[in-house]
């Protein structure tokens, strides 16, 4: 297992808030959710820096739009 360091991080009551719920949500500790948010981020990053698109799509209403990363 790789070694782990600590660090502090500073959030908004808003984002502890999101972090709260999808803690909740997903039956998951507030580590985990970061951890796997910045894995998520990680793909994302590297799928852009290729030139690639990204989208969400609407199965029911067969509907697609582009997810514009800032």
Do not use: C, P, W
């Amino acid at each position: 297992m790789a070694e782990k360091r600590t660090m502090t991080l500073n959030l908004t009551d808003e984002e502890m808030g999101l972090l709260d719920e999808l803690s909740s949500h997903y039956d998951m500790s507030k580590t985990a959710i970061l951890r796997k948010a910045l894995r998520m981020y990680q793909v994302i990053d590297a799928r852009l820096r290729k030139g690639e698109k990204l989208f969400t799509e609407d199965e029911l209403e067969k509907k697609k739009a582009e997810l514009v990363v800032l």
